[in-house]
């Protein structure tokens, strides 16, 4: 009796230890619950939704297969729901594991629940199949590369938006000087000179004065909004990496004013000081804003250039707004936002630490709890 159990525990060991992981399959499939995929082919989802992770696994030969252990490589900014999820690699990676019994010819397939836990760029790496024998004596094991991407996008900063006033970044603004006169804004009457329309004729003021007066128009033009995010940690410290909580509060910022530009119909552009400095490129609606969001995604947390280089190189022209998002104000930012409201532009201060500034108010954003 001894020798046949023998027998049968040494032949199985080697029939498991064969035939365990041949004509066995997997496949891994990431889609948002909501909607699909971007025009890239990436995986998009904004911070705080959820995406489903669905694994298939197919058993093509008659051999069952009593455990089939699945670990899932990937970031812990990934949350999963019900899984067995460990960290590893400095708690920057996360596991995920399932357990799968499988019949001779049999597929199955199971779900995931993940939670976007922060915005980034994120790279489900590979899949790490164990397969064992009904007593555990054999342990074969075999990795399958995925490097399926997911893209976070980053969702609006919860500002009291209750002290702005409810037209700012809203319509046109008048100007000095325009190609034509803006038809809608009246700003007082004018002497009649004869080339005017009858219809522009103001009655009541010419009533008043005695002689024909005619409707007097500003020069206008549409409002587009300039956002400058500042990723330096501080005055001193553009080589050292900015905090996480502190970026992210700030990409917030940034997120909540391409929202608010988004919803009043304003042309607004976004460029910050990134090892990949962003390009001003303005534009308005939602596929606008949606691009603006994906280079926020994939912004790093180290700084490309002093904010004072920076904003020296940039050029404001065709800018009616500037709204200035950074965690401190040195004084050289101070003196180009201070000649830019100077010479008739609006200037607005984001930030997560500036309390106060005689230069304009300054709306505070408060910085996200990271795990």
């Not at 460990?86 to 939670?115: E, H, M, N, P, Y």
């Not at 489900?124 to 990795?143: K, M, P």
């Not at 500034?357 to 709890?369: F, G, K, N, S, Y």
Request: glycine share 8%.
């Amino acid at each position: 009796m001894a020798l046949i159990l023998t027998a049968v525990l040494v032949g199985q060991y080697f029939i498991y230890k064969r035939f365990g992981l041949k004509n066995l399959s997997y496949t891994l499939t990431i889609r948002r619950r909501s909607d699909g995929k971007s025009d890239s082919g990436i995986v998009e989802a904004f911070e705080g939704e959820e995406l489903e992770f669905i694994e298939e696994i197919d058993n093509a030969k008659p051999l069952p297969l009593p455990w089939v252990r699945s670990e899932i490589s990937c970031s812990r900014w990934l949350s999963f729901y019900g899984g067995d999820a460990a960290s590893k690699d400095g708690a920057q990676k996360g596991l995920i594991s399932g357990i799968f019994t499988l019949r001779g010819r049999q597929k199955c397939r199971r779900t995931w629940r993940v939670r976007c836990e922060k915005r980034g760029m994120f790279t489900v790496e590979d899949i790490s199949l164990t397969v064992s024998d009904l007593f555990g004596l054999v342990r074969s094991a075999r990795v399958i590369k995925l490097n399926q991407q997911v893209r976070v996008l980053p969702v609006p900063a919860d500002i009291e938006a209750g002290g702005m006033s409810s037209d700012v970044f809203i319509g046109d603004i008048p100007v000095r000087r325009f190609v034509l006169p803006d038809p809608f804004v009246i700003s007082g009457a004018r002497e009649y000179t004869g080339r005017e329309p009858m219809n522009r004729i103001h009655w009541a003021q010419s009533a008043r004065t005695g002689s024909l007066m005619v409707y007097n128009n500003e020069y206008t033009t549409e409002r587009r909004v300039l956002i400058l995010l500042n990723v330096q940690r501080n005055f001193h410290g553009e080589r050292q990496e900015i905090s996480v909580p502190t970026l992210e509060a700030l990409i917030k910022g940034a997120a909540f004013m391409l929202d608010w530009c988004m919803k009043t119909h304003t042309q607004c552009a976004l460029t910050a000081n990134s090892p990949q400095p962003l390009k001003p490129e303005c534009g308005e609606g939602y596929g606008h804003t949606i691009k603006q969001l994906r280079s926020l995604a994939e912004l790093e947390t180290s700084c490309g250039e002093h904010i004072d280089d920076f904003i020296t190189g940039l050029r404001f022209d065709g800018y009616t707004d500037v709204v200035f998002i950074s965690s401190f104000l040195d004084e050289k930012c101070y003196e180009t936002l201070h000649a830019l409201s100077e010479n008739g532009r609006s200037v607005s201060v984001f930030s997560t630490d500036i309390e106060q500034t005689d230069l304009c108010e300054v709306w505070h954003i408060p910085r996200p709890h990271i795990r």
